[in-house]
């Protein structure tokens, strides 16, 4: 589904944003977008962390019938 994969691509992002916070103390979506606080910068900030929501319920799909495989045990 495209959904998941674009979910999946902004959590990513989000991830690795967050890396980069905390080994070099810089957010680089606040650096793009002039800051944290920018309207623009809270729009990617709350995309992200909806992206990163939908990603958990990836967790939970049974994708078995997506594939066309039957699952062993």
Known sequence: ????KIALFLAVIGG???GCVGLFKVDL?????????TPLARI???VVG????????????DTSSET???QTA
């Open 1 to 4: 589904m495209i959904l998941d």
């Open 16 to 18: 690795l944003n967050w």
């Open 50 to 61: 909806l992206a990163a929501l939908w990603c958990i319920t990836l967790l939970f799909r």
């Open 68 to 70: 066309g495989r039957t």
């Open 44 to 46: 990617i900030y709350v």
């Open 29 to 37: 979506v606040a650096y793009l977008c002039g800051g944290v606080t």
